[in-house]
């Protein structure tokens, strides 16, 4: 079953997901994941993220201070009027843009009646997934004032697609309901 609706497309949706989560975070958390999503391919000045954030319609008030913190973690270093990732921030920074990359396959696939069952459960999994990466990277040293944003925007991104998607075809509470059923039978 596919999506007939024109004015709707997969990019649409996820600027819409991505905007949802953002909103939900706090300003620091909200500033945080924006640095780290918006430096992932190359170096920029702060003002150039500001212009990223109000095209997203999101106010990153902390922008100066959060590239702070990244550059005391050694995540982030400043050139000249420039910030930019470390190898390490690159490495952080990567994971989100895999997560977007993935949620926005998963939409394209849903609209262009491609995706299974199976491709809708793993996504619901995103979240704890990125609860593990919590953990790990926790155990590892990482403070969880960088970590806890990563994963609730993670977490939120996914939920935000799918509720998107749900809206425009319930073939997702479909999908979802079957699975708890097949849950629930196996529980019992």
Known sequence: MTVNN?????ELI???????SLLV????????????RSLTDKPKKLNDVILECETLRVRCSRLEEVADYLEELGLL????????????????????KDV????????????????SDFDIYVHLFTGVASIVGVIEGYALGLPLKLILPIH?????????????????NKKII???EKMFEEISV???
Do not use: N, W
Request: net charge negative; glycine share 4%; hydrophobic share 45%.
């Open 6 to 10: 024109k004015d709707i497309s997969a």
């Open 14 to 20: 996820l600027e819409r997901a991505v905007r949802h």
């Open 77 to 96: 270093e400043r050139r000249g009027d420039e910030v930019a990732l470390t190898e390490d921030g690159s490495e952080l920074a990567a994971s989100i």
């Open 174 to 176: 479909d999908i979802l």
């Open 152 to 168: 609730t925007y993670l977490s939120c991104l996914s939920a935000s697609a799918l509720a998107l998607l749900a809206r425009k």
């Open 25 to 36: 975070l706090s300003p620091h958390a909200r500033s945080l994941v924006m640095l780290l």
């Open 100 to 115: 977007e990359h993935e949620i926005a396959d998963l939409i394209k696939m849903f609209l262009e009646g491609l995706s």
């Open 186 to 188: 196996q529980g019992s």
